[in-house]
């Protein structure tokens, strides 16, 4: 399980790196825990809509590429 101080910490990747253009700004990035609060199964970017995977021991793989992208509704 992740702690709640470290996930404060933690950003999505692909907001944090991705570069400005006049439509946008950089985002925040912000992650929270996405799946059951005892067995959470990844981390879910509010502002990009990226989940990131957990492995079973709950380490978060932060990488762009491992990431899911799910379309906004």
Request: hydrophobic share 35%.
């Amino acid at each position: 399980m992740i702690d709640a101080e470290v996930l404060k910490v933690l950003a999505c990747p692909y907001c944090v790196t991705r570069p400005l253009n006049s439509k946008s700004t950089l985002a925040g990035g912000s992650l929270a825990l996405r799946g059951p609060a005892d067995a959470p199964t990844g981390l879910h970017c509010t502002d990009c809509n990226r989940t990131y995977p957990l492995d079973k021991d709950g380490i978060p793989h932060l990488l762009i590429d491992s990431a899911t992208v799910e379309k906004k509704a």
